[in-house]
């Protein structure tokens, strides 16, 4: 039986211009907002940090205001509080690194030296300063890195803006939200309008699923890897542990790369077998929050896709340095509840 032939008319072709035209101005929109993005990116991060914060403190202030807290008490009520708590343990983290880094860098070099010294010995005949280079750039990339986290701050004056940015909008974010939600719904029709006000609120919720669960996931992993390092007596507990912790906030990635260096300093400082344990410790946790915490904890709500979260990493990384890998998943998620709230007012 013969297949029926593909005909090409001037209909299919009209249907194919449209459709090319229609990605040519998608692609276009997105390198226009990228541009946008990257110019005004001494606001957007601040923005950003205010939104993901306001995220991290809104069940709080809700809770307080449906115990008939007035609004303004119980902003700066969650805001002492998020300071105490999210504050003293970042600052506990950052310092425990910044005052164990040099030891961290020689350690994790050390185990470089040792892997190199293993495949030279070993069957693959391996040649190569590996230590040395991982060392000069540990070493001069320090400047580097500082620079990427702080992404479109380059003087201390400007940082000492945008954190003063980022608290001026997070108590705006937290003290008049709804009414500024509302003031953005108001141009809009009333259809148009309950439908963005649905999808907005269910991506302000999606961030604030993701913020939490985080942040828990996070603290369990940097628990568990550290009970593990604490029992097999690996001197770099604490500062491990903390890079675990602030791992867990880049998906995927961060925890590969806190627990690779948690194994390379365990060998360096308590031999093989107390790396395998390590390794073991690191892969149950792993195994631990894929297949429980995440899936208990997260939900349905803002589940991506492995694939997409991995995607999202690599252009917000590559586009925005350590920023944009902080907010490309929030925003996919965001993004995905605005889709999917969308798609089901029009079905």
Not at 9 to 14: K, N, T
Not at 121 to 129: A, M, T
Not at 202 to 217: H, M, P
Not at 273 to 300: R, S
């Amino acid at each position: 039986m013969s297949r029926p032939r593909l005909r090409l008319s001037a209909g299919l072709l009209r249907s194919a211009a449209i459709v090319s035209a229609e990605l040519l101005l998608l692609f276009l929109a997105l390198w226009a907002l990228r541009n946008v993005v990257q110019h005004l990116s001494y606001v957007l991060i601040p923005m950003s940090i205010a939104l993901l914060l306001s995220a991290f403190l809104q069940p709080l202030v809700a809770f307080l205001c449906r115990h008939r807290w007035p609004r303004g008490l119980a902003v700066v009520a969650s805001l002492i509080a998020g300071l105490m708590v999210a504050g003293g343990l970042v600052a506990f983290v950052v310092l425990s690194i910044l005052n164990n880094f040099d030891e961290l860098r020689l350690q994790f070099a050390e185990s470089i030296a040792q892997v190199e010294d293993w495949l030279r010995r070993g069957p693959f005949q391996f040649e190569g300063g590996l230590s040395d280079r991982v060392q000069e750039w540990l070493g001069g990339n320090q400047q580097a890195v500082i620079s990427q986290a702080l992404g479109a701050f380059s003087t201390v004056s400007a940082v000492a803006i945008g954190l003063l940015l980022s608290t001026v909008l997070l108590v705006m974010f937290l003290y008049d939200g709804p009414k500024m939600w509302e003031f953005l719904l108001r141009p809009f029709r009333t259809p148009t309008r309950t439908i963005l006000d649905d999808a907005g609120r269910k991506a302000y919720r999606s961030v604030v699923t993701y913020v939490w669960v985080t942040a828990l996931v996070a603290l369990i992993d940097a628990i568990g890897i550290g009970i593990g390092l604490a029992v097999v007596g690996v001197p770099l507990t604490v500062p491990l542990a903390a890079l675990v912790f602030l791992g867990g906030f880049v998906p995927y990635v961060g925890a590969v790369v806190s627990g690779i260096v948690a194994v390379a300093v365990t060998l360096v400082s308590n031999g093989g077998v107390a790396a395998l344990i390590i390794l073991g410790v690191v892969l149950g946790v792993q195994q631990l929050e894929g297949h429980v915490l995440q899936p208990v904890l997260q939900g349905n709500l803002s589940k991506l896709h492995p694939a997409v979260v991995l995607v999202a990493l690599v252009i917000g990384g590559t586009e925005g340095g350590i920023a944009g890998v902080l907010f490309a998943v929030p925003a996919v998620a965001a993004a995905r509840a605005v889709v999917t709230t969308i798609a089901e007012h029009r079905a």
